[in-house]
């Protein structure tokens, strides 16, 4: 009988190794007995009560590893280290594929005629990484945020003096020459052009102007700060005067929250200053000032949409407030939900992953008399208590800082609405619940199949407490994009989802379908 | 037309600082976009704001650009045979050369102790190891760098009084440089081994290789090294760790006229096959060659470039060429690498030598690229072998003139070691190399890839900062 | 530059990086779902998001699951931490902390609501669930030999296929150990329990799992029968005295903390199902959680918290730690 000791100082394996490896031993030929583990002094012990040890098993400590096996084979300590190593599959990875920089410069240095930087790092070091990429001549896309005011106010002028975009912090979305960059989607390319400060709401007016068989020429993204008074709205016009200049954009859509008063007036001072036609969507915002500059005022980001394809094509548009389809059909689906729910059945909870998205839901409703409640409130009394539990009417963004602390956006992993929904299930009084589904590069691969468990189990208590939980989606993307459409469509569809072709039109739909159980 | 409006009329060509999941969505639409494999920076890094001031930068790049310069002119050639004692400067019976940093008896490791103790026995002032060592310790024995004497040996690097050296010359500036002749393999002085089998093999070399080398050098004239070298690198060879097809063509340059020397037959028989037999004789010609290159650079007012990398087996030391001759020192690491067979981490000295001279001029394990074979002993792939090279870029200056790589499109090797890029990079000089045993005497245990300490860059920064 | 976002940080790994202002550390060893720092001596563990929060740990998130291994995080490699992020300069690997939930370690001692029938019926769903659920060949020989050995303990004896011939050569003083545990001998225990510590596989042996959830026990059922918990913290200290330096690090640190009521998670809702729910299905369910911790880790320790209890329920045992006030 041989014994066999292999021993490896400071080393350590998780369980399941050492359990996998202590199996395989024992079924080796010849071997009759064996121990395996980290040599504690009760397991040195042990070794020496089975006569499984040796000098060097006794001078180890209890950080290190062993194996002490008895066999009947010769070399069976080599067969069993082949074993344990092979289990252990302590292969080295094959060599690095490609040959990353280290530095922008080293970058820069490589990738010959380099235009254009995408910086996410962590925001304390992202402003300095910009001020490089500036100094090199880069436009830059600035995802990251966690950069400070000051900082942002920096870089953009520092941009502007040399004529280059800073598109951030906090931007998000932009398509470049037809590419698009970290969250956007797939659109036709075309003649209008788009400055937007907020992501979902640049995604959605896109997306549309696809499905409207419109095309986009260039989409720049400013961050969500840019027109709030310190910045000035510095990229907000700097982006606005390139589309300008741009000989293939013929309409110009710019995009944002309602701006700081005197950034507004500066916006607005320089649509007098082009014959293309400049469709102003601010978000709620001020319509007589807007469309006494001589550009078109919105009520929705679908309106903006329409009407910068009406424009592209020389016409002028009413205003979009109605249904893609027949109003009679729209009827038909609002009373068909209506009667399946229950008189006790009043309140609307609208669960948002697009930020922009839910204001827009908030406003839309707001306009049909509706008060809702939110983590993001069109008034502070609206705000709500707790924003973990929804009261009467409520519209949640997910996205929102409050619910992404430590986590990813909902947009990346959905399980912040996942663990909601089933919330919101739990409330008698609820009727509607609203969701959008974000696609397009950097969103999550399969929203709708994410939700869809959640979705179909709601549902399903609804109908076992004798009631009814009608559900309004809404898809943002387009064919393009790399997750299937027309697949999220049907999976969403086939539990029972009612889909709208626009964000505007899903809240139009909800408003009926409130409005009819009042 | 603006800037903006001129991107939009281009191709978007994008750098990807962060997630990388967004330069993966950009390759899939087929934009040509390169990661930056992106770290934050070091505190040492503060120090390089104080030199982005416009007139000061503009001085650095002037001196480097010197520096660069003074480098590529470099002429090395092999002028011939001498001995330690007559032509480095300041030698003495009782001085004793080593490679690395200047380092003290009782800091040495053991591999550099034997080298030393059998240095003694060999020039007759000691007759054993216990009084080598008690000789060693007693102070008597003049202890100095190679590198101050205008001389580099590999390994442990002793040069002692009788030793007899290769001289070369750089011929665009006129400076010397000395080395003694390579061993050979396996138990010898340059890894600590001081037995009799060494004694006996030095004073053959002092007897007989070098009289006839001498000789046969007399009838040559010169060797030009840096064809040679620019030869060898097309060869697979990489001038430090691969030496096969150098030691080839200087055998070819020296065989003719070692047959015409008026030797006996036997004796020129020897001295060929000891050549034949010894894959890194070239070792101790293209380190000299590389010291050669670089002693020039010396003494550049501004200029950030290291002109001196070498260990010896307890410091790692850098020079570089706007501070003088001081030095940078620090802890030399374990070289990470293959074992021969029964040897493993335990058996390793630290990192011992001047041979990192060879990287420090542009060649060695900044060559690997063109030395595919090497990874077989130092592990990995050559893609790996490529990669180490391509590194390498980011903290050069230049790309050499004369050594160019065949499978990077004949690019030449990074050259010019700047002490600021290596502090903005993080990415630290690649070294290939031998691992020598901790126990004086049994030779060479592995060969792996080592790099040098960080310390030694940011101290010389500092310093640099504080001399302008 | 990879960047993790941590989920959740321990309360006290938190309050310790507050403390400190900057850590350097290095990293002790690597697994696929995790990965420990050991920093000036205290041990710090980066879990995946997947796994249960610990004490002096944090749990990340990437989109795609961590893998620690393939991160190229080593052991020995130098980390700095500090109050916003952990860093490892080498691989280049970025921790965001902030924004990290806190996360309680403390045993969660409340009042409940709960009879002790209530508690008794939760046992017993405990021990059918070992029955047919939990990993018997960490330390479950040793706990089937007790129901034989000291039949007061109230144990059951499971079915095990196999018998390990390892066991006997510890038996006799596993059976000792339990012996001056249940009685509460404070004199001998730190004795007794030296001769065990230690015993079994994994980086956390079988029998330190063992221990751990004992003496957790102990502690919650200490303050629902409202005992003299400053004796049963002694009791729990003297314990590990002798034993800590004669296992792995890892469990030393582990042990320390589960003897004072910190445990992981998965083992503190266990705890609070046993005197707080009575909706079995939770129950078996918390327990299943626990049991599926590790390798065999999670049965070990759920055999000690089953054998913890049981002696807690027995008066017998129980009025050793009578408080003094009470009679």
Known sequence: ?518 | MSLINKLFDSELKVVNLGLESFCKDLKEQHVECVHVNWRPPSAASKFLYKLEEENLKEKIENANREAINRLLEAQPVILGVGTAGADIPGMTKKTILHAGPPITWDRMSEPLRGAIIGGLIYEGLASNEEEARALAASGEIIFDACHHRSAVGPMAGVVTYSMPVWKLQNKAFGNYAYCTFNEGLGKVLRFGAFSSEVINRLNWMEKTLAPVLKEAMELKGEIDLKSIIAQILQMGDEGHNRNKAGTSLVFREIAPYIVKTNFSDEVKAEVLTFIDKNDHFFLNISMPACKCSLDPLMDIKYSTIVYTMSRNGTDFGIRVSGTGNEWFTAPCEIVQGLYFPGYDEKDANPDIGDSCITETAGIGGFAMATAPAIVQFVGGTPKDAINYTNSMYEITCAENNSYKLPNLNFKGTPTGIDVRKVIETSILPVINTGIACNRAGVGQVGAGIVHPPMKCFEDALKAFVNKI | ?327
């Open chain 3, 1 to 327: 530059m990879v960047q993790l976002k941590a989920v959740y940080i321990c309360k006290d790994l938190m309050n310790y990086i507050t403390k400190q202002k900057l850590i350097e550390g290095q990293i002790h060893s690597v697994f696929k779902n995790a990965c420990n720092i050991v920093a000036n001596d205290k041990f710090i563990t980066i879990l995946n998001k997947n796994k249960y929060m610990s004490p002096m740990s944090l749990t990340v998130y990437t989109e795609d699951e961590t893998n620690f291994i393939s991160l190229g995080l080593k052991q020995g490699l130098k980390v700095e931490i500090d109050v916003n992020d952990i860093i490892c300069p080498k691989e280049n690997i970025y921790i965001n902390l902030q924004g990290a939930k806190l996360w309680f370690s403390d045993a969660e001692l409340k009042p409940t609501a709960l009879h002790v029938e209530n508690i008794l019926n939760n046992l017993k769903l405990l021990e059918n669930t070992i029955k047919t659920e939990a990993k018997l060949y960490g330390i479950g020989s040793l706990v089937n030999i007790l129901s034989k050995e000291i039949p007061e303990l109230n144990l059951i004896t499971f079915t095990i296929d196999y018998v390990d011939t390892n066991f006997d050569f510890i038996r006799n003083r596993f059976i000792n150990f339990i012996n001056i545990a249940a009685a509460g001998n404070i004199e001998n225990i730190s004795f007794a329990a030296e001769k065990v510590i230690g015993f079994g596989t994994g980086l956390t042996p079988s029998m330190d799992d063992f221990i751990s959830g004992m003496m957790v026990s102990f502690i919650y059922l200490g303050d629902y029968y409202n005992l003299n918990m400053k004796a049963i913290y002694e009791f729990n200290k003297e314990l590990i005295k002798r034993g800590l330096n004669k296992t792995t690090k890892i469990s030393s640190e582990m042990l320390k903390h589960s003897s004072i009521g910190k445990t992981n998670e998965a083992v503190k809702q266990l705890m609070l199902s046993i005197l707080h729910e009575l909706e079995e299905e939770k129950i078996i369910k918390a327990f299943i959680n626990t049991i599926n911790f590790g390798e065999t880790s999670g049965s070990d320790t759920a055999l000690g918290i089953y054998t913890g209890c049981r002696i807690m329920t027995n008066l017998r045992y129980r009025r050793v730690w009578l408080n003094e006030a009470m009679h």
């Open chain 1, 1 to 518: 009988m041989k014994l066999c000791i292999e021993t490896r100082k400071n080393t350590y394996y998780d369980s399941v190794a050492l359990m996998l490896i202590t199996k395989e031993i024992k079924k080796m030929q010849g071997v009759k007995e064996v121990i395996v583990g980290m040599a504690t002094d009760l397991n040195k012990e042990l070794c020496a009560n089975l006569n499984l040890s040796n000098d060097e098993i006794k001078t180890l400590t209890p950080n290190d590893f062993f194996i002490a096996a008895a066999s009947e084979e010769d070399n069976a300590i080599e067969k069993i280290i082949k074993k344990v190593d092979e289990l252990l599959n302590s292969k080295k990875d094959e060599g690095e594929a490609e040959i990353k920089a280290r530095t922008l410069q080293g970058a820069v240095k490589q990738l010959k005629g380099a235009n254009m930087a995408v910086i996410s790092l962590p925001g304390k070091y992202a402003a300095e990484e910009v001020r490089k990429a500036i100094n090199n001549n880069l436009h830059v896309m600035l995802f990251s945020d966690n950069v400070t005011v000051e900082e942002e106010i920096e870089l953009k002028k520092l941009g502007r003096d040399k004529g280059l975009l800073v598109m951030g912090p906090d931007c998000g979305t932009a398509i470049i020459n037809g590419i698009p960059l970290c969250f956007a989607n797939v659109v036709n390319k075309g003649d209008i052009g788009i400055v937007g400060a907020s992501g979902t709401g640049t995604q959605e007016v896109t997306v549309i102007i696809d499905k409207l068989g419109g095309g986009v020429s260039q989409v720049i993204g400013t961050g969500g700060r840019d027109l709030k008074s310190e910045v000035g709205g510095i990229m907000m016009l700097e982006g606005f005067k390139a589309l300008i200049d741009d000989p293939s954009t013929k309409v110009i859509v710019l995009i944002s929250k309602p701006p700081a008063k005197e950034v507004a007036e500066k916006i607005l001072e320089m649509v007098k200053t082009t014959e293309k036609p400049v469709v102003v969507n601010f978000i709620g915002g001020d319509r007589n000032q807007i469309e006494k500059s001589g550009a078109y005022a919105c009520i929705s980001l679908e309106d903006a949409a329409h009407k910068a394809v009406s424009l592209s094509k020389g016409e002028v548009s009413e205003d979009f407030d109605g249904f893609s389809i027949e109003e009679a059909l729209i009827d038909e689906i609002v009373n068909k939900e209506a009667a399946k729910l229950q008189s006790s059945q009043k309140y609307l909870r609208a669960l948002y992953t697009g930020g922009t998205l839910a204001d827009e839901t908030m406003k839309l409703l707001g306009k049909e008399g509706y008060n809702i409640y939110s983590n993001i409130p069109l008034s502070p009394e609206f705000r709500l208590k707790n924003i973990h539990k929804s009261i009467e009417h409520t519209c949640i963004d997910l996205g929102d800082d409050d619910f992404t602390l430590g986590k990813p956006h909902p947009m990346i992993d959905p399980i912040g609405r996942v663990e909601r929904l089933p919330k919101e299930a739990e409330d008698d009084e609820v009727a509607v619940i609203l969701m959008d589904f974000v696609i397009g590069y950097g969103s999550n691969m399969d929203p709708a199949g994410e939700m869809l468990p959640q979705i179909i189990e709601a549902k399903k208590s609804f109908e076992d407490k004798g009631k009814y939980l009608s559900v309004i989606g809404y898809i943002c993307g387009t064919e393009k994009d790399p997750q299937s459409y027309i697949k999220q469509a049907q999976k969403l569809k086939d539990a029972g989802v009612i889909l709208m072709p626009s964000n505007a039109q899903a809240v139009r739909l909800t408003a009926k379908l409130l409005n009819k159980i009042k």
